[in-house]
Nanobody, 115 residues
């Protein structure tokens, strides 16, 4: 059974950093594009950052220069380093693995940023 397990969320003050991790199991991790999405209360889920199997990265405009996505294919893990956090970054963060028409989601991890 495919599992994506996020960790690293929490509550921090604005300006601080958090690092999210997503460990994947039961998939050929290296061939999947990986992404981090977030959903704030009352809002739609949005893409925060993505990384292809080849290592190309893309970011939402709102996090460019503050967040960095990376992947470790030897450990089947994708990371999201979040610096200079803002209250508007508060959301549940979800990990996604995508390959053609196949998509898997993690259960989400809460990130709360206070001013």
């Amino acid at each position: 059974q495919v599992q994506l397990v996020e960790s690293g969320g929490g509550s921090v003050q604005a300006g601080r950093s958090l690092r999210l991790s997503c460990a994947a199991s039961q998939i050929m991790f290296r061939v999947f594009a990986m992404g981090w999405y977030r959903q704030a209360p009352g809002k739609q889920r949005e893409l925060v950052a993505g990384i292809t199997s080849g290592g190309s990265k893309n970011y939402a405009d709102s996090v460019k220069g503050r967040f960095t996505i990376s992947r470790d294919n030897s450990n089947n893990t994708v990371y999201l380093q979040m610096n200079s956090l803002k209250p508007e970054d508060t959301a549940v963060y979800y990990c996604n693995a995508n390959l053609l028409s196949t998509s898997y989601w993690g259960q989400g991890t809460q990130v709360t940023v206070s001013s």
